[in-house]
C-alpha cells in the first residue's frame, strides 16, 4: 500500500526542486507561503511561476518532515498569517540538497556539452 | 501515519491569508480591489485540488478507501436488512455446525497425546491370551509376569510401562473428613519421566518407587484445580485411597489425564502390592492379587520405540521373551494351542477413541459439510440476486464515473462484512456447541477450541469468502454504463431470472436436503425405539449406587452386606433393598460357558454356549420388578449353610433346558467346582444395555458363592428416587466413614447411559436435518421470489394478453416443481447409500425404511411448495397496468 506522499515522490526531480527553492527562501528568514511565493518568482527573474497549490502541500510536507515549523502571526502589513522557519534539520539539508543540486547540474552540463568537445570523432 | 498535526481547516486558511496577501500586493501595484481579488485567486490556481492533495497527504490511500468503502457497504447492507441478516446467519449456523463437529472431531481424533514425542509412542496388544486366563480386553491386557519380563529386556522396545485402574469407575478417596471418589491408575514407576510429563510441582515416580510399591500419588491438574482449588498446600498432604494413606508428592502437567481415550485420571499410585488396592478393585481370587496371579490379565501396557527402530524390529526382538513369559505360572502350552503374538499399534491419537467415535463422528462431520454447501449455495445465490437486481445501480455508478476496479471492490467488502460478522456468529454458536456435545456424548477430556479448529474455521471462512467473491465478478465483467440507461428494466433482468446455474443449485440443495432428511429421519426413528424399548422391569423408583468395603474374610464381607440391607429397609419411604455385583446398564457383564446337570448343554452347530451371569443378593427380582414366572426369588434364608441355589431367565430354561421343567436341575461352572440347583425362572429382561437381544443369563447368591467384593445396591423406593440418597449416604457412612456412594444414580438414567451415544448422534442428525430443511426453505424461497420480481414485467405483459391468474400461479408453482422432482430423483439413491453406510448406527429400523423415504420426499416437496405459494401468489395479483409501467 502506498502512500500519496510517496507517489509525489517519484517524481523526484520537480520537487526536489520546490523543496530547494524553499529551503535557500526560508534560509533568509521566517517567511509566509505568499511571501516565499514572490520571492522565488522575484529571485528567478520571474522564469519559475510556482503553482501556489503545489506549494503549500510542499510547505506542509517539509513540516512534516520537520525541517520546517510554523506558528501563526501578523505579517508586515497587519494581517494573520503562517510563518514558516527552517529548523536546524532543515538547515542540513539546504547544504546537503544544494550540493545535490551542484553535482546534478554540473553533470548534466558534461553530458550536454561533451557533442561540442573534441571526441566527436565518430561520424 | 494516522496521526494528523495540523487540520484541513488550519490549512485553508493559509491558503485564505495568501489570497489576502496576494491580493493586496496586486492592489498595492496599482490594480483595482476586484481585479486583485480575481488574480490572486487565478495565479493561485485550484484550491479545492490543493485541499483534496493535503487531506490525501499522509493516509495510506487505499486505506482511507477501503474503510469508506467499509463505510458505504454498512450503509448498503443496512438497507436490505433482511438480506443481511439471512445471510449472516445461514453463515453463522452453516460454519458454526462445522466448527464444532470438527472440535470435537479433533478433540478425540485427531489430537495427539500430551505427552513428549507421541510418534515414538506404542500400546503392546497380543493377538490372544493364552488359555486359561482371565482378562479385561482379550487384545490389550497383559498379566503382571509378562510385563516383568518385557520391562527387563533392553531391546528396542524400552521402556515398556504398566498400568491399570484402582476400579472399573471410581475408587474411594478421602482427603480430610469427607470421602469421597475419583479416578485413580497405578502406573509403572518410569511413567512419568519416560512419556516426558513433566510436573509444575512436586516429583514424580522413581523405579525404586514402584519396587517399594512406596504409597505416594501425584494428582493431575485438573484434579487439583476440581478439587483443590489449586492449593500449592496440598503437596506432603495425605490422600486416603480405599483407606490407605498415600502422600501426595506432585502435580502432572496441564492437559494429561492418562493415555486411555475418554479417561480422565485424577491420581497416580506406583504399582501397589496390598489387597486394598488390587488392580480394578477386585477381591483377591485365591488370595493373589494382580501381582501374585499369572492367569488375570489386567495390565495395560505402553512402550517408546528407540530412536531409529522401526515397529517391525521391536516386535521381533520382544516377541521371544514375551511368548516365553506369557506360560509363566500356566504351565506349557497344550498341544495344538495357538500361541500368543506381541503386536503393537501407536498411541498417538487415541486409537480406542476411534473405534468409540469414529464412525458416528465421520458421518456428522460429512452431513455438517453438506450443511455448509447448502448454507453457502444459498448465501451465494442470494447475493448473486441481490446483485442482479443493482445491476442499474452499478450502471449508474459506472456512468457518473466509478471504475469497474471500484465496483468490483466495493462488492468484495461487503461480502467481507458478510462472511466476518458471519464468522464471529459462527465462533459463538460453535463454542456453546461444542460444550454441549461434549455434555452429551460424555467426553471427559478437554474440547476447548484449539489452534488446529480455529485454522479450520478460517479456512472455512476464506473459502466463503473467496466464493462469495466470485459472484460480484460476472457485476464486474457485465456491460458498461450506456447499456445500463439505455435498457429498461423489463429487458435488462429478463434473462436473469432464467439463470441456469439458479436452477441448478436450487435442485441440488433439494438433493442434499433429501440425502440429510432421510438419514435424520432414520436415525430419529431409531432413537424413538431406544427410547421405547421395555426394559423387563419397573425401572421407576429404582436408585442405585456403589459400595466398596474393606474386609478380610468372605463371612465378614457377606455380614456387611446383609447389615446395610437389613439398615436400609428400614429407612422411611423403602419398599425394597437388594445387592449385586455388577450394575444394570453398565455395560459390564460376566460371559461364560455353565454346565447343566454336570455336562456342558449340547448346542446346534456354530451356536454360542456363552451365559451371562451375575451375583445378587436376596429379594433381587422383587426389588427390580422383574416376573417371576415359576419358582422363587433369592431369599436372606439362602445363606452360606443352606443349599446352593441359582436363578435362570427364559432364554437360559429354552436354549438349554427346552420342554422341562427347569426347577430343580443342577447348574454351575464349568470348571465343575460350584454347583446350584435351580429355583426360580425368571421373565427376560435387559441386563448390560437397552439395545441387547435376550441371551441366556444365570444368577449366584452372594451369600453363597466363595468369593465377595465390592457389590451395588438396588433399592426400590416411593417418591423421589434420589431424595433417599443421603439418609442411605447416613448409613453407609455409619458402618465405614472411609466410604462414599460410587455413582449414586436411577436405574432408570443408568440405562440411559447405555444409548446416550446413539441418542446424541441421533439428536445431532435430527438437528442437522432440519437445519437442512430450514436453509433450503429459506434459498428457495429467496430464488423464487427473486425470479418472480425479475419476471413482474414478463406477467404484466403475460396477464395484458389475456393469461389468467391460475395459469400464472401454475408457471411459478410448476417451475418449483420440476426443480423438486430432480432433486427427489436425484437424492432418492444418494439416501439409499447414506443409509447402507448407517445401517451399524440403526436399531429397529432397516436402511430401506419405506417410511422415512416418503417422510423426507413429502417434506422437501412441503418445503417447496410453501416456498413457492407466496410469491406465486404475488406474481398472480401482479397488476397488468403496474408491470408495464414499472418502466
Not at chain 2, 183 to 191: A, L, N, P, Q
Not at chain 2, 502 to 509: E, F, H, M, Y
Not at chain 2, 523 to 551: A, H, Y
Not at chain 2, 773 to 794: N, P, Q
Amino acid at each position: 500500500m502506498t502512500t500519496q506522499e510517496n507517489q509525489f515522490d517519484s517524481i523526484a526531480l520537480l520537487h526536489g526542486t520546490l523543496d530547494l527553492l524553499i529551503l535557500k527562501t526560508l534560509a533568509l528568514g521566517p517567511c509566509h507561503g505568499q511571501g516565499v511565493a514572490r520571492a522565488i518568482q522575484r529571485r528567478s527573474e520571474e522564469v519559475f511561476l510556482v503553482d501556489h497549490g503545489s506549494l503549500y502541500v510542499a510547505l506542509q510536507r517539509l513540516e512534516d518532515k520537520g525541517w520546517l515549523r510554523a506558528e501563526w502571526g501578523v505579517s508586515e502589513n497587519n494581517r494573520r498569517a503562517r510563518f514558516y522557519r527552517l529548523t536546524a534539520k532543515g538547515r542540513e539539508q539546504l547544504v546537503e540538497k544544494t550540493s545535490d543540486w551542484r553535482r546534478l547540474t554540473r553533470a548534466m552540463g558534461l553530458i550536454l556539452d561533451a557533442g561540442n568537445g573534441p571526441q566527436g570523432e565518430e561520424a | 501515519m494516522f496521526r494528523r498535526k495540523r487540520s484541513a481547516t488550519d490549512f485553508a486558511e493559509d491558503i485564505r491569508a495568501h489570497l489576502e496577501l496576494e491580493a493586496e500586493e496586486l492592489r498595492r501595484e496599482g490594480l483595482s480591489e476586484e481585479e486583485a481579488r480575481w488574480k490572486a485567486r487565478r495565479e493561485f490556481g485550484n484550491v479545492c485540488a490543493a485541499e483534496e492533495r493535503f487531506y490525501l497527504k499522509g493516509r495510506w490511500g487505499g486505506l482511507d478507501k477501503f474503510f469508506r468503502g467499509l463505510r458505504f457497504g454498512f450503509r448498503s447492507l443496512r438497507q436490505s436488512p433482511g438480506f443481511a441478516a439471512t445471510a449472516i446467519l445461514t453463515l453463522g449456523l452453516g460454519i458454526g455446525a462445522n466448527t464444532a463437529v470438527f472440535s470435537v472431531m479433533n478433540a478425540v481424533l485427531l489430537k495427539s497425546l500430551p505427552v513428549a514425542d507421541p510418534d515414538r509412542l506404542v500400546y503392546l496388544r497380543t493377538s490372544n491370551p493364552p488359555r486359561g486366563t482371565g482378562t479385561i480386553d482379550s487384545n490389550e491386557t497383559f498379566s503382571y509376569p509378562v510385563y516383568d519380563a518385557l520391562r527387563k529386556q533392553s531391546g528396542t522396545l524400552s521402556p515398556v510401562m504398566a498400568y491399570v485402574p484402582l476400579s472399573g469407575s471410581k475408587v474411594a478417596v478421602r482427603y480430610g473428613a469427607e470421602p469421597e471418589e475419583a479416578e485413580g491408575e497405578m502406573v509403572s514407576g518410569t511413567f512419568f519421566s519416560v512419556l516426558g510429563v513433566s510436573l509444575p510441582r512436586g516429583r514424580g515416580f522413581s523405579q525404586q518407587d514402584e519396587a517399594d510399591h512406596a504409597p505416594i500419588t501425584v494428582i493431575s491438574y485438573n484434579y487439583w484445580t476440581r478439587r483443590f482449588a489449586r492449593d500449592p498446600g496440598v503437596l506432603g498432604k495425605t490422600l486416603f485411597v480405599n483407606g490407605v494413606g498415600t502422600t501426595i508428592v506432585g502435580v502432572a502437567a496441564e492437559g494429561f489425564e492418562g493415555v486411555e481415550a475418554g479417561m480422565s485420571t485424577d491420581f497416580w499410585l506406583p504399582l501397589q502390592n496390598r489387597p486394598e488396592l488390587n488392580a480394578y478393585g477386585n477381591p483377591l481370587d485365591d488370595g493373589k492379587n494382580y501381582i501374585a496371579d499369572p492367569k488375570w490379565w489386567c495390565l495395560r501396557l505402553i512402550a517408546r520405540l528407540a530412536p531409529g527402530a522401526t515397529r517391525a524390529q521391536a516386535v521381533a526382538q520382544a516377541q521371544g521373551v514375551f511368548q516365553a513369559a506369557a506360560y509363566v505360572g500356566l504351565g506349557s502350552p497344550m498341544a495344538g494351542e495357538k500361541p500368543p503374538v506381541l503386536n503393537i499399534v501407536d498411541a498417538k491419537n487415541f486409537p480406542g477413541y476411534d473405534a468409540q467415535y469414529g464412525s458416528p463422528l465421520r458421518m456428522l462431520m460429512a452431513m455438517v459439510g453438506l450443511v455448509l454447501l447448502i448454507a453457502l449455495a444459498n448465501v451465494v445465490m442470494l447475493l448473486l440476486a441481490r446483485n442482479a437486481a443493482r445491476q442499474r445501480e452499478f450502471r449508474v455508478r459506472q456512468a457518473l464515473g466509478a471504475g469497474r476496479g471500484e465496483l468490483f471492490r466495493q462488492l468484495l467488502i461487503e461480502s467481507l462484512i458478510l462472511v466476518t460478522a458471519g464468522g464471529a456468529l459462527a465462533w459463538a454458536f460453535a463454542e456453546m456447541a461444542t460444550r454441549l456435545l461434549g455434555q452429551w456424548a460424555e467426553i471427559e477430556s478437554s474440547l476447548a477450541p484449539d489452534r488446529t479448529v480455529l485454522l479450520f474455521t478460517l479456512g472455512v471462512l476464506a473459502l466463503a469468502g473467496l466464493l462469495f467473491g466470485l459472484a460480484p465478478l460476472r457485476v464486474a465483467l457485465a456491460g458498461g454504463a450506456e447499456l445500463a440507461l439505455k435498457t429498461s428494466a423489463a429487458t435488462s433482468n429478463a434473462d436473469a431470472g432464467k439463470s441456469r446455474v439458479g436452477r441448478i443449485t436450487v435442485a441440488l440443495q433439494m438433493t442434499l436436503c433429501v440425502v440429510l432428511l432421510v438419514g435424520g429421519g432414520l436415525l430419529i426413528r431409531t432413537l424413538r425405539n431406544l427410547e421405547n424399548t421395555p426394559l423387563g422391569m419397573k425401572v421407576d423408583g429404582l436408585v442405585v449406587f456403589g459400595v466398596k468395603p474393606n474386609f478380610t474374610s468372605i463371612p465378614e464381607g457377606i455380614a456387611f452386606y446383609q447389615n446395610l440391607m437389613n439398615q436400609l429397609r428400614i429407612l422411611p419411604g423403602v419398599e425394597s433393598v437388594s445387592v449385586t455385583e455388577e450394575r444394570l446398564g453398565s455395560w459390564w457383564s460376566d460371559n461364560n460357558d455353565m454346565m447343566v446337570d454336570g455336562r456342558l448343554p449340547d448346542v446346534a452347530n456354530g451356536t454360542s454356549r456363552t451365559v451371562r451371569s451375575n451375583v445378587v443378593g436376596p429379594e433381587f427380582f422383587n426389588t427390580l420388578g422383574v416376573p417371576v414366572l415359576s419358582g422363587r426369588d433369592f431369599a436372606d434364608s439362602d445363606t452360606a449353610a443352606s443349599p446352593h441355589v441359582g436363578i435362570i431367565n427364559e432364554e437360559f430354561a429354552k436354549r438349554f433346558l427346552p420342554n422341562r421343567n427347569p426347577l430343580g436341575h443342577t447348574i454351575g461352572t464349568d470348571d465343575g467346582r460350584y454347583t446350584m440347583t435351580i429355583v426360580g425362572v425368571v421373565k427376560d429382561h435387559k441386563y448390560r444395555s437397552i439395545d441387547e437381544e435376550p441371551i441366556p443369563m444365570a444368577w449366584y447368591m452372594y451369600a453363597q458363592i466363595p468369593m465377595v467384593g465390592p457389590m451395588h445396591v438396588e433399592m426400590r423406593v416411593h417418591g423421589a428416587p434420589l431424595a433417599i440418597l443421603p439418609s442411605a449416604r447416613k448409613v453407609v457412612q455409619e458402618m465405614d466413614p472411609n466410604l462414599p456412594l460410587i455413582k449414586p444414580m436411577t436405574q432408570r438414567a443408568q440405562f440411559d447411559t447405555t444409548i446416550s451415544r446413539q441418542v446424541l448422534f441421533a439428536r445431532l442428525a435430527g438437528f442437522f436435518g432440519l437445519l437442512a430443511v430450514v436453509l433450503v426453505a429459506t434459498g428457495l424461497y429467496g430464488t423464487l421470489a427473486y425470479r418472480v420480481s425479475m419476471r413482474t414485467a414478463e406477467i404484466g405483459v403475460r396477464m395484458a394478453l389475456g393469461a389468467r391468474r391460475g395459469q400464472v400461479v401454475w408457471m411459478i408453482l410448476k417451475d418449483s416443481l420440476v426443480l423438486t422432482a430432480a432433486g427427489v430423483v436425484m437424492g432418492v439413491p444418494l439416501a439409499m447409500l447414506v443409509g447402507r453406510a448407517l445401517a451399524s448406527s440403526l436399531y429397529g429400523v432397516k436402511p430401506m425404511d419405506a417410511a422415512s423415504y416418503l417422510a423426507a420426499v413429502a417434506a422437501v416437496a412441503t418445503v417447496a411448495l410453501a416456498a413457492s405459494a407466496v410469491p406465486a401468489a404475488r406474481a398472480a395479483s401482479v397488476d397488468p397496468m403496474r408491470a408495464l409501467r414499472t418502466e
